[in-house]
Protein backbone atom coordinates (compact mmCIF):
# COMPACT_ATOMS: atom_id res chain seq x y z
CA UNK A 1 0.00 0.00 0.00
CA UNK A 2 1.54 3.47 -1.20
CA UNK A 3 1.74 5.80 1.32
CA UNK A 4 3.27 9.56 1.48
CA UNK A 5 3.80 11.23 4.59
CA UNK A 6 4.33 15.13 4.42
CA UNK A 7 5.54 16.98 7.37
CA UNK A 8 7.83 20.20 8.54
CA UNK A 9 4.92 22.98 7.65
CA UNK A 10 4.44 25.10 9.99
CA UNK A 11 3.70 29.21 11.19
CA UNK A 12 6.67 31.03 9.92
CA UNK A 13 7.29 35.02 9.36
CA UNK A 14 7.26 36.49 5.85
CA UNK A 15 11.33 36.37 4.58
CA UNK A 16 12.06 32.98 6.90
CA UNK A 17 12.70 29.32 6.03
CA UNK A 18 11.05 26.09 6.32
CA UNK A 19 12.01 22.41 5.41
CA UNK A 20 9.43 19.98 4.44
CA UNK A 21 9.73 16.07 3.92
CA UNK A 22 7.81 13.42 2.50
CA UNK A 23 8.48 10.35 3.79
CA UNK A 24 7.58 7.34 0.91
CA UNK A 25 6.35 3.89 0.97
CA UNK A 26 4.69 1.40 -1.02
CA UNK A 27 6.26 1.88 -4.37
CA UNK A 28 10.18 1.58 -5.59
CA UNK A 29 11.01 5.46 -4.09
CA UNK A 30 14.24 5.54 -6.70
CA UNK A 31 13.12 4.71 -9.79
CA UNK A 32 10.29 7.65 -9.40
CA UNK A 33 9.91 11.14 -10.64
CA UNK A 34 8.69 12.92 -7.81
CA UNK A 35 7.08 16.39 -7.08
CA UNK A 36 5.78 19.24 -4.40
CA UNK A 37 2.36 20.37 -5.18
CA UNK A 38 0.95 23.23 -2.98
CA UNK A 39 -2.74 24.38 -2.99
CA UNK A 40 -3.45 27.90 -1.56
CA UNK A 41 -7.15 28.88 -0.17
CA UNK A 42 -9.29 28.91 -2.87
CA UNK A 43 -6.73 27.52 -5.63
CA UNK A 44 -6.08 24.46 -7.58
CA UNK A 45 -3.30 22.21 -6.61
CA UNK A 46 0.13 23.08 -8.36
CA UNK A 47 3.00 21.36 -9.35
CA UNK A 48 5.94 24.04 -8.03
CA UNK A 49 9.05 21.50 -8.07
CA UNK A 50 10.06 18.34 -9.36
CA UNK A 51 12.67 16.11 -9.32
CA UNK A 52 14.16 13.19 -11.69
CA UNK A 53 15.19 10.02 -10.66
CA UNK A 54 18.98 9.28 -10.65
CA UNK A 55 20.47 12.45 -11.87
CA UNK A 56 18.71 14.94 -9.61
CA UNK A 57 17.80 17.17 -12.52
CA UNK A 58 14.58 19.88 -11.24
CA UNK A 59 12.57 22.10 -12.49
CA UNK A 60 10.56 24.95 -10.51
CA UNK A 61 7.32 27.03 -10.94
CA UNK A 62 8.42 30.53 -11.67
CA UNK A 63 6.32 31.21 -8.38
CA UNK A 64 9.21 29.85 -6.71
CA UNK A 65 12.41 29.62 -8.59
CA UNK A 66 15.58 31.09 -7.07
CA UNK A 67 13.51 30.01 -3.00
CA UNK A 68 12.76 26.86 -2.92
CA UNK A 69 15.02 24.21 -3.68
CA UNK A 70 13.84 20.32 -4.28
CA UNK A 71 16.23 17.20 -3.10
CA UNK A 72 15.52 13.67 -2.46
CA UNK A 73 17.50 10.82 -0.35
CA UNK A 74 16.73 7.73 -2.26
CA UNK A 75 18.40 5.52 0.42
CA UNK A 76 15.81 6.92 2.97
CA UNK A 77 12.89 6.93 0.62
CA UNK A 78 12.13 10.67 1.35
CA UNK A 79 11.54 14.04 -0.61
CA UNK A 80 12.34 17.17 0.67
CA UNK A 81 11.34 21.20 -0.42
CA UNK A 82 13.36 23.50 1.24
CA UNK A 83 11.71 26.72 1.28
CA UNK A 84 13.77 30.23 2.37
CA UNK A 85 12.60 33.71 1.42
CA UNK A 86 8.78 32.56 2.01
CA UNK A 87 6.12 35.37 1.01
CA UNK A 88 2.23 35.37 2.36
CA UNK A 89 1.29 34.39 -1.23
CA UNK A 90 3.20 30.72 -0.26
CA UNK A 91 0.46 29.86 2.29
CA UNK A 92 -0.84 26.73 1.11
CA UNK A 93 -1.45 22.89 2.05
CA UNK A 94 1.74 21.37 0.30
CA UNK A 95 1.97 17.70 -0.71
CA UNK A 96 4.15 15.45 -2.33
CA UNK A 97 3.51 12.71 -5.23
CA UNK A 98 5.21 10.66 -8.12
CA UNK A 99 4.80 11.65 -11.60
CA UNK A 100 3.92 9.61 -14.51
CA UNK A 101 6.40 11.44 -16.52
CA UNK A 102 8.87 14.21 -15.65
CA UNK A 103 6.95 17.02 -17.20
CA UNK A 104 3.82 15.70 -17.01
CA UNK A 105 1.55 16.73 -13.86
CA UNK A 106 -0.29 13.14 -13.92
CA UNK A 107 0.40 11.74 -10.29
CA UNK A 108 0.62 8.00 -9.89
CA UNK A 109 -0.87 7.58 -6.25
CA UNK A 110 -3.35 8.51 -3.75
CA UNK A 111 -2.60 12.31 -2.01
CA UNK A 112 -1.50 11.94 1.35
CA UNK A 113 -3.11 14.73 4.04
CA UNK A 114 0.06 17.29 3.27
CA UNK A 115 1.55 19.49 5.31
CA UNK A 116 -0.13 23.29 6.14
CA UNK A 117 2.58 25.76 5.65
CA UNK A 118 1.05 30.19 6.59
CA UNK A 119 3.36 32.34 6.10
CA UNK A 120 2.49 35.76 8.05
CA UNK A 121 3.54 38.04 10.60
Known amino acids: QVQLVESGGGLVQPGGSLRLSCSAS????????MSWFRQGPGKERESIARITTLTHSTNYADSVKGRFTISRDNAKNTLFLQMDSLKPEDTAVYYC??????????????WGRGTQVIVSS
Open 97 to 110: NALRHFFSNDTLYP
Open 26 to 33: GFIFKNAA
